[in-house]
């Protein structure tokens, strides 16, 4: 049987029948053959033109962005945690290495700017001025309060007192209030600067603020992670220890003419010349105006000298960890204070224990304004 043939348009009337429609496809707008070949390279052309026109101001613009995240914005809210935990950026060779000594100690020679009419009183006159104010170390070891009494030269008589409890009890009280002040001012600074880092954004009285810390704490290329590192307190009863040690319990020379309390050396600055000293030695202890000043220089030194970075670093392991700053276990990062090393070591944990300075860690200055009370 010989098979019929088939037109087109019979498929497609049958298919449309059947619900089907059949359409001719769209040429592609390049295909179309009414566009010449003139056209279509002059279009390409245009592209290409645009293209290599637009794409260096896009990357511009994109890093223009970029740099302005950086200066103005402060992303560490985003990595808030790695910060805290000494993670993420603390994980640079570079954290805690450089120190930029310029400003470090410039808002402790402030002090001395000072009027210069302190009035030093004697033993029996301080004594009686903690009597007064019920000022007792007893009571402080119970109740955790010390009274806000700050005093600004050690009394002349601290050598007379023959009774070594008695002595150390009125060195304990004189210093007692200065250390926690210090302490206390690290720690509102501390708070503050996490307050910041927990922000996506910061006001520029907060980038001021942050400018003036980086230069206190002697921190290079504005690196948050060592200021957190710097930017912390001293255990109370290490600086009483030291202060103990350097000074006799506040019989020193340097203590008594230079208000000195922890030894400090300088070589450029004004201090007071060591009488067992080579001849040809350049160095001095530093002298200060008022004891809270020779605190504060002590607070800093600890927090800035490259000596001291492995005490930093194992006190941010404790605060990382969520304990206390145990003295006992920083005490031995501490051996390049004195040339004695590891003696010298012994020495501050042997005043700790026997004293029960570490009932003073935790003690809190009772409020002399409203932005201490927060602290107790």
Known sequence: MKRKNITFNEIKNFLKNKGFIISKKK??????KSLGALSRTLLSAVIIIFTFFALPIMIDFKNQRIFLSKEFKNDSKNNFKEVLNNKGLTQSSQIDQVLVEKYVFEDVFKYDDLPTDYVRLSAATIEQLFKDTNYDLEEVRKKKLVKPVTLSLLPNEMKMIENTKKRKELFIKIILPLIIKENNSIRIDRKKLFSILNKSNNT?????????????????NKDLSTLKIRMDEIPTSIAIAQAAKETGWGTSRFAQEGNALFGQWTWSGEGIKPAGAEVDSTHKVMKFKVLQASVRAYHRNLNTHSSYREFRSARAELRDQGKKLDSITLCKYLDKYAETGIKYVEILEQ???????IDFDDAKLLPSSITLESLI
Not at 204 to 220: C, D, H, I, P, T
Not at 351 to 357: C, D, E, S, V, Y
Request: charged letters at 25%; a positive charge; zero cysteines.
């Open 27 to 32: 040429k592609n707008f390049l295909q179309d």
């Open 204 to 220: 520029n009285a907060e980038k001021n603020w942050l400018a003036r810390k980086f230069k206190q704490y002697g921190v290079s």
């Open 351 to 357: 005043i700790i224990k026997q004293n029960q300075l």
